[in-house]
């Protein structure tokens, strides 16, 4: 019947639902060895992937960090100009901005 309605038929035991074998059609058999070289070439492919992604995270790792850089100096040349026309003391609102950004501006 698998074969002639290609149909997996699973046998368990009495009152266990966990499968222990199944009935498959001929097609769908597989032998050790080719299951083992099914399970290589997935590992292969997976490691190939893996280190695409770690490509991918150092690259955007490094853009991110001369983003940052550029939008720190940035913000340094707009805190100097600030500076330079009002003494961020001498404005409540500009003292409070300039310590929300201190631990950008401390380097």
């Known amino acids: 019947m698998a074969e002639l309605t290609d149909t997996v038929t699973v046998i368990t035991r009495d009152g266990d639902p966990r499968p222990i074998a199944a009935i498959v059609p001929p097609g769908a058999a597989r032998t050790a060895a080719q299951a083992r070289a099914d399970a290589e070439r997935l590992a292969e492919v997976t ?40 003494a961020p003391a001498d404005v409540p609102a500009l003292a409070r901005l300039r310590a929300a950004h201190a631990h950008l501006l401390a380097d």
Do not use: Y
């Open 47 to 86: 490691a190939g992937w893996a280190r695409r992604l770690d490509a991918q995270r150092e690259q955007s790792a490094r853009r991110h960090a001369a983003e940052v850089r550029t939008l720190t100096a940035a913000l340094a040349e707009v805190w100097a100009e600030l500076e330079r026309r009002a």
